[in-house]
């Protein structure tokens, strides 16, 4: 319970809050709906009517939300913001590396709101249709053929015969030759191709399908700022003179009782809404295409094993921290893709880097570019120009704020832990008397042997290092291999057992078979560090992720003397 609240608490409070904020909006606007302005409306629609205005006034909240968790330089000028050390401020940091779920979980809720509104509205213009082809001296009539005057108009939009197509086209024919319907047409063709062509399957084996398409939320929007705009439900405006529940039976006129009910459309509210963040936005893409401009020179390209390339590069007035990503855009390949890649190097090094796998068209094209599987050498001045937007920070920035440190990594998610371990070590063998962080583990699960070779060289450094310094207890790695070895491998990995360097890796730690014991791992980084706040840092597949955040839970304690685990995640 206790790392529950460690680790869940404020993630539910925001939580909390969204969809108290979202269920709030939509019964206040429901309401607003069964007020005596709509009883004529009502009456032609049916409940449909407030089902539709309360999900319309809820997207235009949540289209409010959408774009903020991707300004990317707002989130980094947040979480620079938040520097403080206090407890509170360094949980506000936590969520915002968050963004992406947030993101993911607003347009989620947009979807929602999107069917209940335009399945609503189906009904409403259903009912419209009706009470235009109702029998004559029937409320509905008198309703549907009120006609233009000075002071008010029309409360139902179906002004003229339709058709009378079959299968129900009669109904869609009436609704998009209003402003409202084409453009909600529009709107909700954009969002399906959007969030379909967002799958994870997609987004991982076909980036660019995913880029180009989520470029629709220009059309997204814009349709959004148009679509009330012609005012087609309407409230009535002069209730005082036309009580609808005394007037509904009774003759209307000049010389009545109960004159004619007047009728007002609503002002279009989205763009009140929308304007702030699609304001941000276009400050942020500023800043991107700013930083587009700006020259970056590739002064090394290096090769690794498995498919791996090490792009070194230099900007002036570039300045970086460890753990975070920049994206890259290559011109010769196409003008409009970035990619994210984490960087690779420390902030002491003179250059930053990058580890790209090449397994895509557009790393494949890069890889090419730069000449990796050239036999000549290819001088830097052949290198193609790249822009370089960021560097952004992540959650693995914040492993400078715990005692102690776990970086769990799985395959090629171990980039963004070189620039830590690295800059970490640096602090460190320089007495760095603002370092906080005392111990460090590395915990690193690989399918093959092939995915150690680049990395492992980092890992000899820091362990030559450390030996020479007398600092070896400093870094406590250890590398599974989950699978890749065959019988003459294993034949020769047992051969060498006694061996004081590990036959796959050459280090001096030998690496272990199978899959780490979790509930292994965490009692005894708890017993060795009673009492300490531990940041427990990943980055790799969702599956492992989970169980890393449980059992971060799991092995919390709030008691004296307890260690408190605190479950970070690479999202970018």
Same mark, same amino acid.
């Given at each position: ?16 809050? %969204? ?40 997207? $235009? ?26 407890? /509170? ?34 009904? $409403? ?126 003759? %209307? ?175 460190? /063998? ?87 014991? %979790? ?54």
């Amino acid at each position: 319970m206790s790392g529950w609240i460690v680790n869940e608490v404020p993630k539910w409070i925001i939580l909390f809050i %969204w969809y108290g904020l979202n269920i709030g909006l939509w019964v206040m606007t429901f309401l607003q709906y069964e007020q005596p302005e709509y009883y004529y409306t009502k009456y032609l629609t049916g409940a449909g009517l407030g089902i539709a205005k309360a999900s319309g006034f809820c997207l $235009n909240f949540n289209c409010m939300l959408i774009l903020l968790p991707v300004c990317r330089n707002l989130i980094s000028f947040l979480r620079g913001s938040c520097t403080c050390c206090k407890k /509170s401020v360094h949980v506000v940091r936590r969520q915002l590396d968050k963004n992406i779920t947030f993101h993911k979980a607003v347009a989620y809720m947009i979807c929602l709101h999107s069917i209940l509104h335009v399945v609503a509205h189906c009904f $409403n213009f259903d009912g419209f249709i009706d009470g235009y082809y109702s029998e004559e001296g029937t409320l509905a009539y008198n309703l549907s053929t009120l006609p233009y005057s000075a002071n008010g108009t029309w409360v139902n939009p179906i002004r003229t015969v339709t058709t009378g197509l079959p299968f129900g086209l009669g109904l869609i024919e009436a609704a998009v030759v209003t402003v409202a319907g084409l453009s909600g047409v529009i709107i909700t063709v954009a969002l399906v191709v959007m969030v379909t062509s967002a799958t994870e399957t997609i987004r991982r084996s076909y980036f660019e399908v995913f880029w180009y398409t989520h470029h629709l939320f220009i059309v997204f929007f814009a349709g959004t700022l148009v679509h009330g705009i012609q005012g087609i439900v309407k409230g009535q405006t002069n209730v005082a003179e036309h009580d609808p529940y005394e007037c509904y039976n009774k003759p %209307w006129g000049p010389n009545e009782v109960c004159p004619e009910p007047q009728f007002l459309g609503s002002k279009a509210a989205s763009w009140m809404w929308c304007i702030g963040p699609l304001a941000l936005y276009l400050v942020e893409r500023g800043i991107r295409l700013y930083r587009s401009f700006q020259t970056v020179k590739i002064i090394k390209v290096i090769k690794h094993p498995t498919n791996v390339i090490e792009v070194r590069m230099q900007r002036k007035g570039f300045s970086m921290l460890p753990g975070q990503y920049i994206f890259i855009q290559c011109g010769t390949i196409s003008s409009l893709e970035w990619h994210p890649f984490t960087l690779t190097s420390m902030p002491e090094d003179d250059y930053f880097s990058v580890h790209i796998r090449v397994v895509g068209d557009w790393t494949s094209a890069l890889s090419k570019a730069c000449g990796a599987d050239a036999l000549e050498f290819r001088d830097a001045s052949e290198m193609p120009s790249l822009a370089v937007d960021g560097p952004f920070g992540t959650s693995s920035t914040d492993i400078f704020r715990y005692e102690v440190g776990v970086c769990v990594a799985a395959g090629i998610g171990a980039t963004p832990f070189a620039s830590v371990l690295k800059s970490i070590w640096y602090k460190y /063998s320089h007495d760095d008397v603002e370092l906080k962080l005392k111990k460090v583990y590395f915990y690193w699960t690989c399918p093959d042997t092939k995915a150690f070779e680049w990395f492992t060289d980092l890992l000899d450094h820091l362990e030559a290092e450390m030996v020479e310094q007398g600092k070896g207890d400093f870094l406590d790695y250890n590398i599974y291999l989950t699978r890749g070895w065959d019988v003459n491998q294993a034949r020769n990995i047992y051969l060498h057992e006694g061996d004081n360097a590990d036959v796959v890796t050459g280090l001096q730690k030998k690496t272990h078979y199978g899959r780490p014991n %979790w509930d292994e791992v965490f009692p005894a980084i708890a017993a060795a560090n009673s009492g300490k706040n531990i940041g427990v840092f990943f980055c790799g597949p969702k599956a492992l992720s989970s169980v890393l955040h449980k059992k971060s839970n799991e092995y919390s304690t709030i008691k004296t003397g307890g260690a408190q685990f605190h479950y970070n995640k690479e999202n970018f």
